[in-house]
């Protein structure tokens, strides 16, 4: 039957195509008031998109490792094996001169499994707001909605020391003498575990592990002060706001935080940077620095207590073919009492640096070395664990700071023999030092 029906189509097909382009020819002069539109004109497209995959000693790096090793301390190359990708559309739905409304959207997605299934990638929203741009004559921009809102991070590091994405509304970069003035109102709720109850046994209460969390931001940044230079300064409150369930299920209340930051921003010679950077934090928010967290959520165990941070940060062109990345951070936390009725203190040192080497605009040569220190102590016992990270890479790229895909070897080295378990940091607990050899994808548009 198919076999008959094919040439009756192809038959038709070529029987009706000469009266529709002659058709078409005949009525040219109508033809022109239908114009064609192109449904993807004026629609920005803009994303990130990063995958490494590697072999290890003891078999495939997801096993040896899991995904990364303290990358936010070490230094991301050679150390991410997994796949994350966001993609983003944005549209400007009104314009008038200055004046002009838009929407954003940027969807996200991990795997950090060895098989891509389509039910293991979690996906979520990065962007979904509407921003309303000039509308007071400040070249602010007025929003509502899900953003990456006012993020301040350590790329070479994958981490993030003022905000991750979150729900929200403000004005933001509002023209304030010299500077840039931004008010925001967010929302970061706090993961708690639930299942168990204050007394340790499962609990057959439905109580939201979700423990409500509102945040009042205040930033004023791009602030000029000699050449080269410029300022931010940043203050967070956060708000913990439990229902009364959850207080009696666990039996405590949950603390505010607060946190705030300077950061001063140096240019170095003609495209060289270098950041410094000091954090606060008190109460529930008093961990946010030893345990690299963004500032933006509250630790629900923490009763009272503050800690501070100092990050230096940045690329440095060393010569015309040389340059040289950085990341120092310190941190500690001090007067921790959790609600547990538990005391303790905690430092954690780390600093990477990445040195490369440019071929050509096309290719070049990294190395990076990375070292972390933990202490803390709980109770009058002391703690400590340590890492350290070797990479070597050649990296293939059309231009330079361009997407690039790399070809890699790390060694890792930990020790953990003092820290929460006994447990070896590599090779699912058998062993304290592992290498791997891979290949990475770093994409930007």
Known sequence: MKIKLLP????????????????????????????????????????YFRSGIAGG????????????????????????????????????????????????????????????????????????????????????????????????????????????????????????GQGKLSIAALHRDIEEDNSMGADGDLDSVDIDDLVDSNQLELMYDSQPLWRGA????????????????????????????????????????????????????????????????????LNGTVK???????????????????DLSHAINYAAANDIERWDGKTGDGTTVSASAKVTYHWSDYTRTYVELGYFDDEKTVDGTNYERSGSKYTVAQALSFGRDKPELRLFASYFDSSTDNWDDTGNAFENGHSSDTWAVGLQANVFW
Do not use: C
């Open 304 to 322: 009272s207590g503050n800690g501070w941070a100092m990050r230096n940060y940045g690329v440095i062109p060393l010569a015309e073919d040389w």
């Open 8 to 47: 009756l189509a192809v038959s038709v097909g070529l029987s009706v195509l000469p009266s529709v382009v002659f058709a078409s020819e005949a009525a040219e002069p109508a033809s022109k008031s239908v114009a064609f539109t192109d449904p993807l004109s004026g629609i920005d497209f803009f994303g």
């Open 230 to 297: 410029s300022l931010a300064v940043g203050y967070k409150y956060l708000n913990a706001d439990a229902s009364d369930e959850q207080i009696q299920h666990n039996n405590h209340d949950y603390s505010d935080g607060q946190t705030a930051m300077v950061m001063l921003q140096q240019q170095v010679f003609e495209k060289g940077i270098n950041n410094t950077v000091v954090q606060y934090y008190a109460d529930g928010s008093a961990l946010q620095g030893v345990t690299f967290g963004a500032a933006d959520t």
């Open 57 to 176: 000693e003891s078999g495939s790096m997801n096993e040896a490792v899991g995904g990364s090793f303290q990358k936010n301390k070490l230094g991301r190359l050679g150390n991410e094996f997994d796949t994350y990708a966001e993609i983003g559309f944005g549209k400007e739905l009104y314009n008038a001169g200055s004046q002009s409304v838009y929407i954003q959207t940027m969807i996200n997605m991990y795997d950090g499994d060895s098989n891509s299934n389509n039910g293991d990638n979690p996906f979520g929203w990065e962007n979904l707001n509407m921003q309303f741009r000039n509308f007071m004559g400040f070249d602010e921009t007025t929003w509502v909605g899900i953003r990456q809102y006012n993020k301040y991070s350590i790329d070479a590091n994958d981490y993030f020391f003022w905000n991750k994405t979150n729900v929200g509304g403000g004005i933001e970069k509002m023209s304030v």
